[in-house]
């Protein structure tokens, strides 16, 4: 390295600040329920938040209905009717967690943007990026993993198709590895209680060991037993960390290249090699993208 050279990244502006909201029993204002409300409810609701919905039932999304009629009072409160406006109305944006319009009144959704800067809650208007605090992103779940990809305001349609490619590129037994690798964690953390200090340490590089060792198939592979074996002959002796061939499994790269295919074309509903290209260039994509992916529905727009 040169002398003239930084020693870090250098800071490149613009982006915006991601993070993964925990937003379970939060109260959120949702300012209209059509096709666009209907998304947000759904992610809302995934979350665990605890949503007013403010929107005439006679222009409401089935979708929206729908949620709205299944749902548990405490997940949703409705209120038929018209929001009126920040000054006017019943409801306070000062009494909300994160508030939401999507609505086809951008005046009246610009004076919700600035009752609720005036306040400092966090505030999206749907279709006025200058109104948004933050923003959404394309989505996918599996269980514990979520992958949001953002272009930074420039291009939803392009977050939406490169979502699509990294979901086709997906293993599909990720769900089960991240499963495995929690209650490992669990498990270790059980035996070794704590926060912080050398044993955290210790912990965390026991961890960052076994998931470097084993695959992602073997991780969701590996039964109680095998979980208890690597701690008793691993954690338990000097923090060893012992690989799948250790605990007596058989490692076959080929056979794991062999099945990832298979999956991949599955998930596309069949298929030939073309499809596995674009799968796995929809990875590659996935790593580079000046965007979001949060290690963690597929709702679909369709307008
Ligand atoms: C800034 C942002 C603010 C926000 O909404 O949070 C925003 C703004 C705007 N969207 C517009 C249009 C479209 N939006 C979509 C789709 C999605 N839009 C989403 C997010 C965002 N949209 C945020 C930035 C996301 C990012 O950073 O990438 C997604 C990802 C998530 C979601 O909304 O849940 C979801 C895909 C979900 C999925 O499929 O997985 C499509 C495609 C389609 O519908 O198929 C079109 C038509 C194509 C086009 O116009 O490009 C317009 C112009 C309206 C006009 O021209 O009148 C604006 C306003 C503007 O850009 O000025
Ligand atoms: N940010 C984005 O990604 C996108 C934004 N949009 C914009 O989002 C807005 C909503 O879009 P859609 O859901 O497709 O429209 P829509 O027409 O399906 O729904 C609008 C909803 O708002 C309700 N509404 C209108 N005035 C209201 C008020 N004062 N109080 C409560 N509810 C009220 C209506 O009853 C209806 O349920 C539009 O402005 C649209 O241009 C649309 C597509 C993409």
């Keep these: 390295?040169?002398?003239?050279?930084?020693?870090?990244?250098?800071?490149?502006?613009?982006?915006?600040?991601?993070?993964?909201?925990?937003?379970?029993?939060?109260?959120?204002?949702?300012i209209g329920g059509g096709l666009v409300a209907s998304g947000r409810l759904y992610y809302l609701?995934?979350?665990?938040?605890?949503?007013?919905?403010?929107?005439?039932?006679?222009?409401?999304?089935?979708?929206?209905?729908?949620?709205?009629?299944?749902?548990?009072?405490?997940?949703?409160?409705?209120?038929?009717?018209?929001?009126?406006g920040p000054e006017e109305d019943k409801l306070h944006v000062t009494d909300y967690d994160m508030v939401l319009t999507a609505i086809d009144e951008v005046g009246l959704s610009r004076k919700v943007c600035i009752a609720?800067?005036?306040?400092?809650?966090?505030?999206?208007?749907?279709?006025?990026?200058?109104?948004?605090?933050?923003y959404f992103g394309s989505q996918l779940r599996r269980g514990p993993l979520q992958i949001m990809v953002s272009t930074s305001g420039?291009?939803?349609?392009?977050?939406?198709?490169?979502?699509?490619?990294?979901?086709a590129s997906l293993p599909s037994d990720v769900e089960e590895a991240i499963d495995s690798v929690g209650k490992l964690r669990g498990e270790l953390r059980q035996r070794a209680p704590g926060t912080g200090g050398p044993l955290g340490q210790k912990r965390m590089n026991w961890m960052i060991g076994i998931c470097d060792a084993w695959r992602l198939d073997e991780l969701g592979g590996m039964?109680?037993?095998?979980?208890?074996?690597?701690?008793?002959?691993?954690?338990?002796?000097?923090?060893?960390?012992?690989?799948?061939?250790?605990v007596g499994l058989k490692s076959g790269i080929a056979?794991?290249?062999?099945?990832?295919?298979?999956?991949?074309?599955?998930?596309?509903?069949?298929?030939?090699?073309?499809?596995?290209?674009?799968?796995?260039?929809?990875?590659?994509?996935?790593?580079?993208?000046?965007?979001?992916?949060?290690?963690?529905?597929?709702?679909?727009?369709r307008r």
């Design 1 to 30: 390295m040169s002398d003239s050279e930084p020693p870090y990244p250098p800071i490149v502006k613009g982006a915006s600040f991601l993070l993964a909201w925990r937003l379970d029993g939060r109260k959120v204002l949702l």
């Design 45 to 84: 609701l995934e979350a665990g938040a605890r949503v007013t919905v403010v929107s005439p039932r006679k222009r409401l999304h089935p979708e929206t209905a729908y949620r709205i009629d299944v749902s548990n009072p405490d997940d949703i409160i409705y209120e038929d009717r018209d929001y009126v």
């Design 116 to 134: 609720c800067r005036q306040a400092r809650v966090p505030v999206n208007v749907a279709d006025v990026p200058p109104e948004c605090d933050f």
């Design 154 to 167: 420039r291009g939803p349609k392009i977050a939406s198709l490169i979502r699509k490619q990294i979901e």
């Design 223 to 246: 039964t109680p037993e095998v979980r208890k074996q690597l701690l008793d002959e691993g954690w338990n002796k000097d923090g060893k960390i012992l690989s799948p061939k250790d």
């Design 255 to 301: 056979g794991w290249l062999a099945d990832t295919r298979t999956k991949v074309v599955d998930a596309l509903g069949g298929g030939d090699m073309q499809v596995l290209k674009a799968g796995v260039t929809g990875f590659v994509l996935g790593a580079v993208i000046p965007g979001a992916i949060y290690i963690g529905s597929l709702y679909q727009r």
